[in-house]
């Protein structure tokens, strides 16, 4: 009898099938941020980047233009188990032959690269217009601007991303989740708070008044608390971006990143909530430390649990799980592969929980016989779960950061 074996029978006491859990694991994909590997720098501009966000730390081998950070991505893909898509933000448009285009003109065709990249992988692509690191963004505003020309500019850009995730979902035959996040406020108290978010709510509506097929192309809107040098107000707040999706819930969704509430709010409960009235949400999964500093995402218990509340709900359809995070103080590859892995190991614990029974222990108000079984199903053999998961993935459940040391001796400490 092999360990999974052994595991697979103590499982089954408390009613779990872990073959099925493992079969339904491999079906749920996780979109890879493709601007974990170069620290949100992208292809469009120079400099650093700006807009309310930062990127700490100088570990050596960042990628330094689209074929090293393809081929960074492609070493960390092999490494990860599960099904995947690639998430994409507008500033790595792939210019060829000395073209360039600002963010308002960009087309599809600046993006062949990655859809010949998702192809090669078989995994579909999600966007996100990039609505900072840029001269146009004026005074710390873009969408929310009283300065008509610069909002014109960044709805022209917004526009440009519908088409562009449109071509994103045709050519790889899987919806693409387009999520609008802007940093758009102020640093110190402003005295006025509603005007911005009209603009803002405006120009949102402007954006999505470009043509696209719903089914195809997943609007978004995402909220933040506050920003580096936006502390004071953000024009697009929980309340302001909920109430968007809510009221629009035909052409859009609510994202919910959970670095982007109070330290005591958890997207874990949030979840539950949103689905009682939406089709569908979407959902950035990081770890904030204190606020949202975009650590790698590790099995800690809000991953769990937000991975917990999905398969509770019974919405692994209805929910579009994609990472963010970026960490330039550690390897990079190591920072992709841990997270997404992390992410997996969350919903396949989610999987291998016996949520059925547990649900209804708490509906007959058996509250301590729930409690018990809640802390017994923390020390089932897990582990040998995931070995196996790994192994019918066809990648190493352990050990893989062997092989990330020799990529970056080969190839990442060759880079000036």
């Known amino acids: 009898m092999t360990r999974y074996d052994s595991a697979k029978e103590i499982f089954a006491r408390y009613g779990v099938d872990t073959d099925a859990a493992i079969a339904a694991c491999r079906k749920i994909p996780v979109a890879l941020h493709c601007w974990q590997g170069d620290d949100v720098i992208g292809f469009d501009h120079e400099g650093g980047l700006t807009g309310g966000i930062q990127t700490t730390g100088n570990y050596p081998g960042r990628a330094r233009n689209p074929e090293e950070l393809l081929a960074d991505m492609d070493k960390a893909l092999s490494m990860m188990p599960g099904a995947k898509k690639i998430n994409v933000h507008a500033c790595y448009a792939i210019f060829e032959d000395g073209e360039f285009a600002d963010r308002d003109a960009l087309e599809p065709r600046h993006f062949k690269k990655w859809v010949e990249f998702a192809k090669k992988h078989g995994v579909g692509i999600d966007f996100n217009p990039t609505f900072f690191s840029h001269p146009r963004v004026k005074d710390g505003l873009t969408l929310s601007s009283p300065d008509k020309a610069t909002r014109d500019f960044w709805i022209a850009h917004g526009k440009a991303c519908i088409r562009i995730s449109s071509y994103f979902a045709e050519e790889t035959g899987i919806p693409c989740v387009m999520n609008i996040w802007t940093g758009d406020g102020y640093k110190d108290i402003p005295a006025d708070r509603m005007g911005p978010r009209m603009r803002y709510k405006e120009s949102i ?139 997996q190991k969350a919903l396949l614990v989610a999987l291998c929980t016996p949520a059925d029974a547990l ?51 080969d190839v990442l400490s060759k880079r000036a």
């Open 205 to 343: 509506d402007a954006i999505l008044s470009e043509p696209y097929d719903f089914a195809k192309v997943k609007p978004c809107v995402e909220s933040k608390v506050f920003g580096i040098g936006v502390e004071a107000f953000t024009a697009g707040s929980a309340e302001f971006s909920l109430s968007y999706a809510a009221k629009n819930a035909d052409k859009c969704l609510p994202l919910m990143d959970n670095g982007h509430y109070h330290p005591t709010e958890v997207v874990s409960d949030k979840i539950p909530a949103l689905l009682c009235f939406f089709d569908e949400i979407a959902l950035h999964v990081t770890r904030g430390i204190r606020w949202d500093s975009d650590h790698v995402v590790i099995l800690d218990d809000e991953t769990k649990e937000i991975a917990q509340e999905i398969v509770r709900c019974g919405a692994l359809d209805r929910v579009y799980i994609a990472l963010d995070y970026f960490d330039a103080s550690i390897n990079r590859i190591s920072a992709w592969v841990t997270g997404f892995r992390s992410m």
């Open 359 to 409: 649900r209804a222990l708490q509906d007959e108000n058996a509250m301590s016989r729930k409690m018990v079984l809640m802390e017994d199903v923390k020390m089932l053999p897990f582990g040998d779960v995931w070995e196996e998961y790994c192994r019918v993935c066809g990648v190493a459940a352990s050990g893989y950061y062997d092989e990330i040391e020799a990529y970056e001796k």
